[in-house]
């Protein structure tokens, strides 16, 4: 899978829409896009994934840049419950060595205050 | 039900102690995982389970046992542990196992304790 780079950290004001950046440089053709976010103590939830297309759901949007070398995830009106850790992941579509393997990094720290 | 059920929800070991953890999941999905993930620290894969079969071990110590005795269900074997096993054990399943344009869900975890 490609390598993603985000930032460690974000602040957003509350009611804000939250603008996370990731970078996949290094992404392949048939390789998605996914978003998973931890809240403290809890398991990762999914938020949204694409290929190449924007997508939107009821949890936020994806945008993807043309070229697909990066990303970013949009929370359109932050809360205070979206503070967590987010975390942007590339996974190849079919086959190959990282089949069945969901691997994640860093993340970014999302924090919602008042 | 859209729910990965993990239980118990905290448990403390010796390190001589045989225990194991508990996850299940009614969403007929075909594929679950055992994530490890230690305090400030992303999720790391340690099995993958597709179709009841043992597909993906992420060379981990033999001291942690996986089982899938049905397609629901998805235990993991703990024996002889050391106090750095300490963390927090994800359950998590999905509909294809190759997670092909497709989400996993996630229960809320194990959290773990050796003393």
């Known amino acids: 899978d490609a390598k993603t780079t985000q930032p460690t950290s974000m602040d957003c004001a509350e009611g804000r829409a939250a603008n996370l950046p990731c970078n996949h440089s290094?992404?392949?053709?048939?390789?998605?896009v996914y978003w998973y976010r931890q809240i403290h103590s809890q398991g990762p939830q999914y938020i949204i994934h694409?290929?190449?297309n924007n997508e939107t759901n009821e949890m936020a949007s994806l945008i993807i840049t043309e070229d697909r070398k990066s990303s970013t995830l949009i929370l359109p009106h932050a809360t205070l419950r979206d503070t967590a850790v987010y975390y942007c992941?590339?996974?190849?579509?079919?086959?190959?060595?990282?089949?069945?393997?969901?691997?994640f990094g860093q993340g970014t720290i999302l924090t919602v205050h008042p | 039900d859209t729910e990965v059920t993990q239980t118990p929800k905290h448990l403390v070991m010796g390190m001589t102690n045989k225990k194991s953890l508990k996850c299940e999941q009614h969403?007929?999905?075909?594929?679950m995982y055992w994530y490890k993930q230690k305090a400030k620290k992303p999720p790391e894969l340690m099995f993958v389970?597709?179709?009841?079969?043992?597909?993906i071990n992420e060379s981990v110590p033999s001291r942690f046992s996986p089982e899938c005795p049905n397609s629901s269900l998805l235990n993991l074997h703990l024996h002889a542990l050391q106090p750095e096993d300490s963390a927090l054990y994800l359950c998590?399943?999905?509909?294809?196992?190759?997670?092909?344009?497709?989400?996993?869900?996630f229960g809320q975890g194990t959290r773990l304790t050796v003393v």
């Open positions: 998590a399943s999905s509909q294809d196992p190759g997670l092909m344009n497709t989400e996993a869900f």
């Open positions: 290094t992404i392949s053709g048939n390789e998605y």
């Open positions: 694409g290929l190449k």
């Open positions: 992941i590339v996974r190849v579509g079919a086959g190959g060595t990282s089949y069945g393997k969901l691997t």
């Open positions: 969403m007929g999905h075909r594929a």
């Open positions: 389970y597709s179709y009841e079969k043992l597909s």
